[in-house]
């Protein structure tokens, strides 16, 4: 996991985008986050218990998707 993490940050960081490392409670709706090597736009986030609901708009298929976070995660943001 750690050598998946290293090559992820490493692929960021030599983008020509610029991205920031940020906890998921930090995210707020309409910042663009990273979900599977896609950018995202946030629709909303909210807290279900020690978990973190983000809802957003899948860019390959248009539908809306939710993904569960552990309060502890961080995600890329684009700055």
């Known amino acids: ?6 090559s992820q940050q490493q692929l ?6 610029s991205y920031s490392w940020k906890s ?3 995210i707020k709706r309409g910042e663009i986050i990273v979900v599977e090597q896609q950018d995202v736009k946030i629709l909303g986030v909210r807290k279900d218990g020690d978990y973190w609901l983000v809802s957003y708009t899948d860019p ?12 502890t ?7």
């Open 1 to 6: 996991m750690a050598k998946e993490t290293n």
């Open 12 to 17: 960021f960081a030599s983008s020509q985008n």
């Open 24 to 26: 998921i409670e930090q």
């Open 60 to 71: 390959l298929n248009d539908k809306k998707m939710e993904q569960l976070y552990n309060a």
């Open 73 to 79: 995660d961080f995600v890329y943001t684009k700055a």
